[in-house]
């Protein structure tokens, strides 16, 4: 497949990388994932990232430089002790991720739509891009509780973590039973969020279904 670098290699190491992720997160803390530890967690998916998706190098390098000047902005914050300085640095870190992200999964989706790929291939880039709209939102989240502490007051589970927030969401586990939970304001971004994730693997399926009748057709 020429649209992506290496494509089962990379796609292979991004896959590993993204169930490392899943499984060593809810070890981080009891109770909810720290910004600090989150920002790590972000750099690293977004420098992970970097190699697999049908960048040149400019802009690849454009990334990964963003993705570690938000992890230091968020670093700041432990030695920054002026509210306004901290609040400035936290929605910089935020922000840059949220638009990383956000600009992974057009990317993403769009070389979803290409021809060159094989079945293998796509189905391991929809994983990557399924997990990627997960962080994606775990960003959203984080962003809007910077600038409204009191958006999550009313979760009636306590400090839910965003990684679980956002996840569960994306898979309508959060739908059901907790959704009445939130405030109304963040009910609807999890309504948002369980409806992209939904339209993202029904064009994953459509994708698959049209790209195993042509190499059928091949034959």
């Not at 970097?50 to 938000?70: D, E, G, N, T």
């Not at 009636?156 to 969401?169: C, E, H, K, Q, R």
Request: glycine share 6%; net charge neutral; hydrophobic share 55%.
């Amino acid at each position: 497949m020429t649209p992506i670098k290496n494509a089962h290699k990379d796609l292979n190491i991004a896959l590993l990388g993204f169930f490392f992720i899943l499984f060593f997160i809810p070890f981080l803390e009891n109770r909810s994932i720290s910004f600090s530890a989150t920002s790590f967690i972000f750099s690293f998916v977004l420098m992970m990232n970097a190699r697999i998706l049908p960048l040149s190098a400019k802009h690849a390098w454009s990334f990964i430089v963003l993705s570690v000047l938000a992890c230091c902005f968020d670093l700041l914050l432990m030695i920054t002790f002026h509210p306004l300085l901290g609040l400035l640095l936290a929605v910089l870190a935020y922000g840059i991720y949220v638009f990383c992200f956000g600009a992974y999964i057009w990317i993403l989706t769009k070389n979803l739509s290409s021809p060159d790929h094989s079945p293998g291939s796509l189905v391991k880039s929809g994983l990557c891009g399924y997990f990627l709209l997960g962080f994606f939102w775990m960003a959203i989240y984080a962003f809007l509780s910077i600038l409204d502490p009191m958006v999550f007051s009313e979760v009636s589970a306590g400090n839910i973590p965003f990684f679980y927030l956002s996840f569960l969401s994306l898979s309508l586990l959060a739908i059901h039973g907790s959704f009445a939970a939130h405030p109304p304001p963040m009910q609807y971004l999890i309504s948002l969020e369980a409806i992209t994730g939904q339209l993202f693997l029904f064009f994953l399926i459509v994708r698959l279904a049209i790209l195993s009748y042509s190499y059928e057709a091949r034959r």
